[in-house]
């Protein structure tokens, strides 16, 4: 039960801001709430919202693992447009839908073990590390797709796109069970503990121990599977492979979906729900500027000052002025309180 | 009937100018910005197939997206006494002192695609399509189609302020004006991406009553449009009847959705500029014909009635 | 000697800083004349550092003043002391390596023509400057491509050009070879002579006693005394900044008896290259080896090289029964049974963010591998154990660690051990740090441990400690193990003297 109560104190804060901006769209487009069933599939103004938010969900997941280490993973967007380029080129050649998936997911684990490596091994900061990949990726995914957006018509790889179960949109499906069994992962294995324990601090932690090594490539591994599983769902949505626009800028999304969601960028503790919450906050920003009708110009400035207001609320002194005022303690954190007592 | 005559034309014309170019037996160079786009690499694969059916000995050099790399093409041009150089250039400023050289060579310059800020003297002439034109032929399509029956209109734009977008909006918006039966009423940026396109157009369907209120979509770029058809399928309503959809570029998968009768018009960016410019290059080779200082391409039009299967079997091999 | 009678050139009365949980600087006076080179000493945490930065501003102070020429100065910053005539040189060179030496010399003031840099002054400039210090190198080429001492050089050569007055030197020469300190040294003695004051900060007391005037020692926060370099011996320098009186003390204790029987552990020619010289070191079951020494001496260096945080390089480790052990890394180490609390909790030991519990259960669950999680009734049900027994002052298990009071941080790394059931427990400077009250407390511990039959290794600076409860002690200097003593010769005295004596002198 405390454990419950611990849960719903730590994504709080995330959850009241992505029911206000619902609640904003809704006053601003009411028919925002409608939800029918078309081809078999739920479909509505908050289904879009989950199921356009699924990509950067997934790669939350895997970032918010990297970030807890202290680390940042800027090349999963790239990773993205690699794994999709992979899964499009197997169908094509004719591999199977099985063998594909498991050449695209593969691709994703190789591009997170060799990310792993340049950090665990030879030393180079995270976000000098990754952002070899970052460049170079979309480089490799032409090289696959040979420069044009290499299109499939595979009905069980579109599946992952566009497809649905029981009405749910598969990305949205493929996001939350992600989620759920790496939550499992790490929170029923001493994974989640060891994980923050080498974000706030490494050597101490190597000092007690802990194979730090093994477990930075393991977390780089598993954000390269979640970009993977995006980059699938990516091409499959659009049939295609666009190897130059395929998760463009997206690894930025998915630091800010962490940072929204509450985990440090200096490591540390984490929380993955908050960081899906976080991405589908970003992607209800989104889906809810182009239902405004608002001018295209206007699109970017829109998202900062929302995403600024989101940060400034969220942050710790905003939080201390507001406990202050309003005398509720339910915004405040335990180390607030900590803080006032000597 | 009517693209397999340009076709033909195209090929005789070639044929012709074969004939007439062996005796000069030219050696051209030509600087390509890179492979960025499936069109650029369809540019690349027809300058090629040109000069090798007018018998042209082409140097061809990629740039990888970069100034200094052409310019060191160029003077190596200029350097091995080239007979003219094609040049497809990256960015706009900074080609004075190049062309300089080239001049004082006597060496002709035609600028391909894109256009530079350097004075005119210093090159032949330049090919290009005419961005404007391009818009104004998809809304005079749309204009035609409709015959005077009222017509919502969604538009999914290019990168916002890239003058690929502000230009087809505004030769769309110049043909569409003063027809009071069509209304623009939503548009907004996709990027020029498919799942930009898609994204953008769900949300259209959404806010305007599940789609039932559009009747149009006119996407800046034949990807946008291909993405959209999706979204539109997926809510249920048949593109191409439900949704007229007319788009700009004429890549090779949109050829594919309108012989599905997914989508209905599209506005062609020629890969070929060689064509006129090497045709240019003769005239001028031969008697001293100056050309004008811009040759725009044909901004041709294609719609369901030009057998699409046809041309997308013809174009899928480009390198698109 | 300087003169005394009119004001000196910079003087601090009263200085005080606090930390949370720590009084890092209690009531410390100083003061340094124009013409001297004052060596500054302690201990790690000491104060030094805190003195220093509190002098140049970097950090605010809660109490005291600072007279420079008799004038009160009240410095917000480095760039504020500079104003006032006080610069300050770090052990690494805080200079920029990829610009020329002329741009390093002259950042911030290059001299400009028509609002541009002009690059040919600069560089007559830096030669002007530079030869005033006996450096003629090209001053156009990047300063990494100079040695260690010379960017130190030209590193002091700014902060003078800078300030002018004052020039503090920390640890300026603890990455030189002896050429290269005879170099830097030539430079401050020059700077000597044209009437600078000079605060020296350094380990090797050598190198004091070569090139000071006077020294002032510190120890816990507070100033342990000032006295001319010339009329003071090692012995007594060792004794100010550790803490004993010379007195002929001889404890006896309860530990005269050596543990009996075989070794439990034994490690010969063990060592790693320019961190500690190869030794022999043995320890049976229930056998505490205390290991003496100065700061930088070899002792902490000798902690990790047994348990794998720098890999050895030379040497072997066995088992009572003869059997190898790799001891290559922190995992290995603690799948042999050993555990490690450095000295550093804050760096090396605690994980702050994480719970008391969470702490505990660290290198245990380590060890198990993360599949296996240890069940959370068991982590809280180990925490609530180790609080009781070693009284851990915390509300409950779920108390992030780092805002839990210095001596009890350190209980939770000696519970974290403990939980590991070790029979190899090293402990670096266990009580530094920590109230009177927990000190007691973790002595009392490491004596039960022992008596348990655990083989301890115990790292210390406070000498009683060691007399008390070491059944042998290993004193260490330059990276040597330079003598044991055992039983009765246990003294703080007979300790000081070998950490005392002079390179080259044969310790009996």
């Keep these: 039960m405390t454990g419950l109560m611990l849960f719903m104190r730590r994504i709080w804060p995330q959850l009241m801001t992505l029911a206000v901006i619902v609640g904003l769209i809704s006053i601003m487009f009411p028919g925002f709430f409608q939800i029918s069933i078309a081809n078999g599939r739920l479909y509505g103004s908050p289904i879009d919202i989950l199921n356009r938010g699924a990509p950067v969900a997934l790669l939350a997941i895997g970032m918010t693992l990297v970030i807890a280490t202290r680390g940042i993973d800027l090349s999963v967007g790239a990773v993205m447009a690699i794994c999709g380029a992979v899964s499009a080129w197997g169908i094509t050649e004719g591999y199977g839908l099985a063998a594909t998936l498991a050449m695209a997911l593969a691709a994703g684990l190789a591009c997170g073990l060799w990310n792993g490596i340049l950090v665990a091994v030879l030393g180079i900061q995270p976000i000098v590390a990754t952002l070899i990949l970052m460049v170079a990726g979309r480089g490799i995914a032409q090289l696959i797709t040979e420069g044009a957006i290499l299109t499939f018509n595979h009905e069980g790889l579109i599946f992952f796109g566009s497809g649905s179960l029981l009405t749910i949109p598969t990305p949205v499906i493929i996001g939350v069970v992600t989620g759920a069994i790496v939550t499992l992962i790490v929170r029923r294995s001493a994974l989640g503990m060891l994980i923050e324990a080498i974000g706030i601090n490494l050597r101490a932690s190597t000092l007690a121990g802990v194979n730090t090594r093994v477990l930075l490539i393991a977390v780089y591994m598993t954000s390269g599977l979640c970009a993977a599983l995006a980059g699938i769902i990516a091409a499959a949505d659009i049939r295609g492979a666009d190897a130059n626009n395929a998760g463009l800028w997206l690894e930025l999304d998915a630091i800010l979906a962490v940072v929204i969601g509450g985990t440090s960028l200096l490591g540390g503790r984490f929380s993955l729900v908050a960081s899906m919450i976080g991405a589908l906050i970003i992607q209800a920003v989104n889906t809810g500027i182009l239902l405004s009708g608002f001018p295209p110009e206007f699109n970017l400035i829109i998202k900062a000052v929302i995403i600024l207001i989101i940060l400034v609320l969220q942050s710790p002194t905003m939080r201390t002025v507001l406990v202050f005022f309003s005398r509720e303690p339910a915004g405040a954190s335990d180390k607030d309180k900590e803080t006032v007592a000597p | ?320 | 000697m300087p003169q005394s009678d009119n004001q000196p050139l910079l003087r601090a009365r009263g200085l005080r800083k606090v930390f949370p949980g720590t009084i890092a600087l209690d009531g410390v006076d100083f003061w340094l004349e124009a013409g001297e080179v004052h060596a500054l000493l302690g201990e790690n945490g000491a104060g030094k550092s805190t003195l220093i930065k509190c002098l140049t501003g970097a950090y605010r102070r809660d109490g005291g003043d600072i007279l420079l020429n008799g004038d009160m100065i009240d410095p917000k910053g480095t760039i504020d002391a500079q104003a006032y005539g006080i610069g300050t040189v770090y052990q690494e060179v805080n200079l920029l390596p990829n610009l020329t030496v002329a741009e390093n010399l002259c950042l911030g003031h290059q001299p400009t023509r028509f609002g541009m840099i002009s690059t040919r002054a600069m560089n007559r400039r830096a030669r002007e400057v530079l030869s005033q210090f006996g450096l003629d190198i090209d001053v156009a080429r990047s300063l990494a491509s100079y040695s260690v001492a010379v960017q130190q050089v030209i590193a002091i050569a700014r902060a003078v050009t800078l300030s002018g007055k004052v020039l503090i030197l920390d640890e300026p020469t603890a990455s030189l070879d002896s050429h290269e300190v005879d170099l830097v040294f030539g430079v401050v003695r020059s700077l000597r002579e044209r009437g600078l004051g000079i605060i020296f900060i350094s380990h090797f007391l050598d190198q004091i006693f070569e090139i000071t005037d006077r020294v002032t020692v510190l120890r816990n926060g507070r100033l342990v005394g000032t006295e001319a370099t010339r009329d003071i011996d090692r012995v007594r320098l060792v004794n100010l900044m550790l803490g004993r009186e010379l007195e002929q003390e001889v404890r006896s204790h309860g530990k005269t008896h050596a543990a009996a029987g075989e070794p439990r552990l034994t490690f010969t020619g063990f060592g790693r290259k320019g961190s500690i010289e190869p030794f022999d070191l043995s320890i049976r079951p229930g056998e505490v080896v205390g290991i003496a020494g100065l700061l930088g001496s070899g002792r902490t260096e000798t902690a990790e090289v047994l348990f794998g945080v720098a890999a050895h390089d030379s040497g072997e480790a066995r088992r009572g029964d003869g059997t190898a052990l790799r001891l290559t890394s922190p995992r290995e180490a603690i799948a042999a049974g050993f555990g490690f609390c450095p000295e550093d909790r804050k760096t090396d030991g605690v994980i702050a963010d994480l719970t008391v519990r969470e702490n505990i259960a660290l290198a245990l669950q380590a060890r198990i591998g993360w599949m296996r999680r240890i069940p959370a009734r068991e982590q809280r049900a180990m925490a609530n154990d180790y609080i009781r027994k070693l009284d851990i002052r915390t509300p409950d298990a779920e108390k992030p660690v780092g805002l839990l009071s210095g001596g009890n941080q350190q209980k939770v790394m000696l519970a974290r051990w403990l939980v590991t059931n070790p029979s190899f427990l090293i402990l670096d400077e266990p009580t530094r740090g920590i109230d009177v009250g927990a000190h007691a407390e973790i002595i009392r511990l490491i004596e039960d441990l022992c008596a348990q039959g655990m083989s301890l290794l115990v790292i210390s600076s406070e000498l009683d400690e060691l007399v008390a409860y070491s059944h042998r002690v290993i004193v260490v200097r330059d990276r040597h193990h330079v003598a044991e003593l055992a039983g009765g010769d246990i003294t703080t005295d007979n300790m000081v003297r070998a950490i005392a004596a002079p390179e080259r002198e044969a310790i009996n």
């Design chain 2, 1 to 320: 009937m009517k693209s397999t005559k340009a076709i033909l034309w195209a090929g005789v014309l070639a044929s012709m100018l074969v004939m007439s170019s062996s005796a000069l037996a030219q050696t051209v160079g030509f600087s390509q910005i890179g492979s960025e786009s499936g069109w650029r690499a369809a540019e690349t694969t027809l300058t090629l197939q040109q000069a090798k059916d007018r018998g042209i000995d082409l140097k061809f050099a990629d740039a990888q997206q970069k100034q200094e790399n052409q310019i060191k093409a160029l003077r190596s041009f200029i350097a091995q006494g080239v007979d003219a150089i094609l040049i497809a250039p990256v960015v706009a400023t900074g080609w004075d002192a190049v062309l300089e050289e080239a001049k004082e060579a006597e060496i002709p310059v035609i600028l391909l695609d894109r256009m530079v800020d350097s004075s005119d003297d210093l090159y032949l002439t330049a090919v290009g399509s005419d961005l404007v034109h391009e818009g104004s032929v998809a809304g005079q399509w749309l204009v035609d189609e409709l015959a005077g029956k009222d017509c919502n209109v969604v538009e999914l734009q290019g990168t916002t302020g890239s003058s690929p977008a502000i230009d087809r909006k505004n030769g769309f918006e110049q043909a569409i004006s003063g027809h009071a039966n069509i209304k623009l009423i939503r548009s907004q940026t996709g990027d020029f991406t498919r799942t930009k396109g898609k994204e953008v157009m769900e949300s259209f369907l959404k806010a305007e009553d599940g789609g039932k209120n559009i009747c149009a979509l006119y996407a800046h770029n034949d990807d946008m449009a291909v993405g959209a058809i999706q979204a539109i399928k997926e809510a249920g309503l048949k593109p191409g009847q439900d949704i007229l959809v007319v788009s700009i570029d004429a890549v090779p998968d949109i050829f594919q959705a309108m012989a599905a009768g997914e989508a209905n018009a599209t506005v062609e960016l020629t890969p070929n500029m060689a064509g006129p410019a090497f045709d240019a290059l003769a005239a001028f080779m031969k008697d001293g014909t100056m050309p004008p200082k811009f040759i725009q391409t044909e901004s041709k039009l294609y719609t369901q009635a030009d057998d699409p299967q046809a041309v997308y079997e013809q174009k899928k091999d480009l390198g698109y």
